[in-house]
Nanobody, 116 residues
Framework: QVELVESGGGLVQPGGSLRLSCTASRNIFSINAMGWYRQAPGKQRELVAAILSGGSTNYADSVKGRFTISRDGAKNTVYLQMNSLKPEDTAVYYC??????????WGQGTQVTISS
């Protein structure tokens, strides 16, 4: 099991930056994959970025070159640095810890709003 606590959401103008944090209740290197998902009103939840236990990363095409996922093992924390934000990035962002097919954990979500 793992508990996830997110922080860092807020209201930012287009072109601005935010950094989201997700702190896990266990060693993040013991987790198969950790990721950030987002869900906008009326839309399905979608993968934004993920980092595997070995360190490899992948990103949604819509955020490549703008978002960076990283981690700090000493703090059991995964970050999502979001730059050049656009109004279409507005969503609730969820941290995810994937431990196995039937062992998937979610944070409570943090609102990110991009608006002038």
């Amino acid at each position: 099991q793992v508990e996830l606590v997110e922080s860092g959401g807020g209201l930012v103008q287009p072109g601005g930056s935010l950094r989201l944090s997700c702190t896990a209740s266990r060693n993040i290197f013991s987790i198969n994959a950790m990721g950030w998902y987002r869900q906008a009103p009326g839309k399905q939840r979608e993968l934004v970025a993920a980092i595997l236990s070995g360190g490899s990363t992948n990103y949604a095409d819509s955020v490549k070159g703008r978002f960076t996922i990283s981690r700090d093992g000493a703090k059991n924390t995964v970050y999502l640095q979001m730059n050049s934000l656009k109004p279409e990035d507005t969503a609730v962002y969820y941290c995810n810890a994937y431990l196995g097919r039937y062992n998937n954990h979610w944070g409570q979500g943090t609102q990110v709003t991009i608006s002038s």
